[in-house]
Every structure is written in C-alpha cells, then in structure tokens.
Nanobody
Framework: VQLQASGGGLVQAGGSLRLSCAAS????????LAWYRQAPGKQRELVAV???????NYADSVKGRFTMSRDNAKNTVYLQMNSLKSEDTAIYYC?????????WGQGTQVTVSS
C-alpha cells in the first residue's frame, strides 16, 4: 500500500487544518492506522492511532484538539487539527500496518505561526 499525505500548510495559532492520507489499497483490514509527527531537532512521535480493535488513542499533547478518523470507502485516513499551537509545527506522517508490512507516507509540513 502506498500512502499520500496532504493538507499541511501555514496557519495561525488557534486555527485548524485537516490532513488526509490516501492509501492506494484497502484500509479495511489493516492492523494499525496512525499519524506521527517530527519537529525539527526532535524524534518522531505518535500523535494518534486507530487500532485493529477500533480504539482511537491520542498523545496527551493533542487530546481534545485533534481527531483522527477513517473513510474505508475512500481508503483515506484523516487528522482534524483544531486550536493549533506553535508547538504543533512539524512534518506529519501517516502510517499503515498490515501484518508484516509497514507503510509510511511521505509527510506533510504543518507550520503554526504565533
């Protein structure tokens, strides 16, 4: 499965963005769907994940502000980001795990100006 992330951009603090991750194949039976981010000089960190059991979990830093969702018919995963802060500035990556296959998207830049 190839992944194409989009939706990043420049936004003022307090604003919103919606990221999309379009998969080239079905995401119905995947084991894990996730969004990660990597800020300059920092390690990549998990932002949100949908497990095979259907649970959605978020990093404490984004709880209540970000919402991850999926559209199986469109083979697309979304990350709605509200009340953005300067510390949310990073490259955002989507990840899809299906059995032993671990796919990452190319990343989309999110820049939040204060």
């Amino acid at each position: 499965v190839q992944l194409q992330a989009s939706g990043g951009g420049l936004v003022q603090a307090g604003g919103s963005l919606r990221l999309s991750c379009a998969a080239s194949g079905s995401i119905v039976s995947v084991n894990l769907l996730a969004w990660y981010r990597q800020a300059p000089g920092k390690q990549r960190e998990l932002v949100a994940v949908i497990t095979s059991g259907g649970n959605t979990n978020y990093a404490d830093s984004v709880k209540g502000r970000f919402t991850m969702s999926r559209d199986n018919a469109k083979n697309t995963v979304y990350l709605q980001m509200n009340s953005l802060k300067s510390e949310d500035t990073a490259i955002y990556y989507c990840r899809v795990v299906t059995g032993p296959v671990d796919n990452w998207g190319q990343g989309t830049q999110v820049t939040v100006s204060s």
